[in-house]
C-alpha cells in the first residue's frame, strides 16, 4: 500500500531545486521553534521544539540526508536539542549566517545547489540567496518571503520543519522508503 505524505503538489521549477539537496540547515528561533524564549530567574534560556519536527528531521537523516542548525543565539538546549535528533553541524550565536552556511559547505563539501536552508527572518536572507533551496516558514517576517522559493503552510515550531522535511523526502522519492515500516502489515 502506498502511502504519501500531506504535501502540496510542486510543479516542475521547484521539483527541479528539491532533487539535488543532499542537507537541509535550519534556523532555531521562528524555525524549530516557535520564537519564544523563556528567561529563567537564573538567566538560562529554555524554548520549545515540535517532536513532530524533530521526527521529520530523524526521517531525513534516515534517507542520508544531513541537517546543520545556525542560530543567531546561543542557548545550552539548542545543543541538548540537536545531540538528541545527532545533529552534527551546529552553529550559534553567528550573527553572519553566511560565514557558517561557508564553513558547512566546506566540512561536507557540498555545492550550493545541493543545500536547502530555512529561515523566517532578515539575518537569513544572505544564505536564502545562496542555497539551490530556500525556504521560510508561514508567519516569517514579510521582507523574506520574496527570498524563499517555498513557503511553509504551517509556522515555525508548529509543524513547518516537518513539512519541509516531508516535502524533500516525497520529491526525492525517498519517502516511502523511510515510513514503510510504520505503515507494514508486519509490525515486527
Same mark, same amino acid.
Given at each position: 500500500?502506498?502511502?504519501?505524505?500531506?504535501?502540496?503538489?510542486?510543479?516542475?521549477?521547484?521539483?527541479?531545486?528539491?532533487?539535488?539537496?543532499?542537507?537541509?540547515?535550519?534556523?532555531?528561533?521562528?524555525?524549530?521553534?516557535?520564537?519564544?524564549?523563556?528567561?529563567?530567574?537564573?538567566?538560562?534560556?529554555?524554548?520549545?521544539?515540535?517532536?513532530? !519536527?524533530?521526527?521529520? #528531521?530523524?526521517?531525513?537523516? $534516515?534517507? /542520508?540526508?544531513? %541537517?546543520?542548525?545556525?542560530?543567531?543565539?546561543?542557548? &545550552?538546549?539548542?545543543?541538548?536539542?540537536?545531540?538528541?535528533?545527532?545533529?552534527?553541524?551546529?552553529?550559534?550565536?553567528?550573527?553572519?549566517?553566511?560565514?557558517?552556511?561557508?564553513?558547512?559547505?566546506?566540512?561536507?563539501?557540498?555545492?550550493?545547489?545541493?543545500?536547502?536552508?530555512?529561515?523566517? !527572518?532578515?539575518?537569513? #536572507?544572505?544564505?536564502?540567496? $545562496?542555497? /539551490?533551496?530556500? %525556504?521560510?516558514?508561514?508567519?516569517?517576517?514579510?521582507? &523574506?518571503?520574496?527570498?524563499?522559493?517555498?513557503?511553509?503552510?504551517?509556522?515555525?515550531?508548529?509543524?513547518?520543519?516537518?513539512?519541509?522535511?516531508?516535502?524533500?523526502?516525497?520529491?526525492?522519492?525517498?519517502?516511502?522508503?523511510?515510513?514503510?515500516?510504520?505503515?507494514?502489515?508486519?509490525?515486527?
Amino acid at each position: 500500500m502506498r502511502h504519501e505524505s500531506s504535501v502540496h503538489a510542486v510543479d516542475e521549477a521547484l521539483r527541479e531545486r528539491i532533487l539535488p539537496v543532499r542537507m537541509v540547515i535550519f534556523d532555531v528561533d521562528g524555525v524549530l521553534t516557535d520564537g519564544g524564549i523563556t528567561i529563567h530567574d537564573d538567566g538560562s534560556e529554555s524554548k520549545t521544539f515540535d517532536v513532530k !519536527d524533530g521526527h521529520g #528531521i530523524k526521517l531525513l537523516q $534516515r534517507s /542520508g540526508l544531513q %541537517v546543520a542548525l545556525i542560530s543567531g543565539r546561543f542557548c &545550552v538546549s539548542v545543543l541538548h536539542r540537536a545531540k538528541g535528533l545527532g545533529i552534527e553541524h551546529v552553529y550559534q550565536g553567528i550573527h553572519r549566517k553566511v560565514e557558517a552556511y561557508e564553513q558547512i559547505k566546506a566540512a561536507t563539501g557540498l555545492e550550493d545547489r545541493q543545500m536547502a536552508y530555512v529561515g523566517d !527572518d532578515l539575518i537569513d #536572507i544572505p544564505v536564502m540567496r $545562496r542555497v /539551490g533551496f530556500a %525556504v521560510c516558514v508561514q508567519d516569517a517576517v514579510e521582507h &523574506v518571503k520574496p527570498f524563499a522559493h517555498y513557503v511553509t503552510s504551517r509556522p515555525g515550531g508548529r509543524g513547518a520543519a516537518r513539512e519541509v522535511c516531508e516535502l524533500i523526502l516525497q520529491v526525492q522519492g525517498l519517502w516511502e522508503g523511510v515510513t514503510t515500516r510504520y505503515f507494514s502489515e508486519d509490525p515486527a
